[in-house]
């Protein structure tokens, strides 16, 4: 699935070059589909709960029968309680693999936690630390957590506030939430315009060192 149209993705490539035009640093812009499997923690909940049919079935035996119970009578009683564990874990194993469940089950910090590692590998990947002034920036998107991240390189972070690009970050995100993902790339290249021509000006430009088509991943 795409995540911006044809005609969408044509006006951030010329947005991108308008805002580099005048600027020494590089713009990347990277959307991720999302930052992780998260496979491990929903077969873990299913594993949790399979585990814990025993405990609460002898604890609803004991309650129900006011403690009475010959010796054998709960393990008699209780043959079942295997082929059910098995039951219930492959079942919830499928359903909590459900995409959408799945992200549901996950902390938010945890989900926060794979995004913002997830920016930092792209920033490396797409060689922003190897720009020539070290003035790379880049927007990052990953959609299922609704993260959004500008990471600029050493030469920029020494001279403008990270400060200055919340309410930018801030706006974006809530764009990918109401789906405006075109719209919420189209503000946040503009602050960035706004930002670099003031602290990294260039006049007469200078050749592109990274691309400006928008990366999906």
Request: aromatic share 12%.
């Amino acid at each position: 699935m795409a995540f911006l149209s044809e005609s969408e993705k044509a006006a951030l490539i010329a947005r991108i070059n308008h805002a580099e035009s005048k600027t020494r640093a590089e713009i990347v812009t990277v959307i991720a589909r999302r930052s992780d499997s998260y496979r491990y923690i929903p077969m873990l909940w299913a594993a949790l709960i399979a585990l814990s049919i025993p405990g609460l079935y002898f604890f609803w035996l004991a309650f129900s029968s006011s403690g009475w119970l010959t010796p054998a009578e709960p393990f008699a009683s209780a043959s079942w309680l295997y082929p059910v564990q098995v039951l219930v874990f492959l079942g919830l194993g499928m359903i909590f693999q459900i995409p959408q469940a799945r992200l549901w089950m996950i902390p938010r910090s945890v989900r926060r936690q794979r995004a913002a590692r997830h920016a930092r590998e792209q920033f490396f990947l797409q060689n922003l630390h190897q720009t020539s002034g070290r003035t790379g920036v880049l927007v990052f998107v990953s959609v299922a957590e609704h993260y959004v991240e500008i990471i600029v390189d050493s030469a920029i972070a020494e001279v403008v506030d990270n400060s200055l690009w919340d309410q930018t970050v801030q706006e974006f995100i809530d764009h990918v939430r109401k789906g405006e993902i075109a719209l919420g790339f189209e503000n946040t290249i503009e602050h960035c315009r706004q930002v670099l021509w003031e602290h990294f000006p260039a006049p007469d430009g200078r050749p592109d060192e990274l691309p400006n088509h928008l990366i999906e991943i």
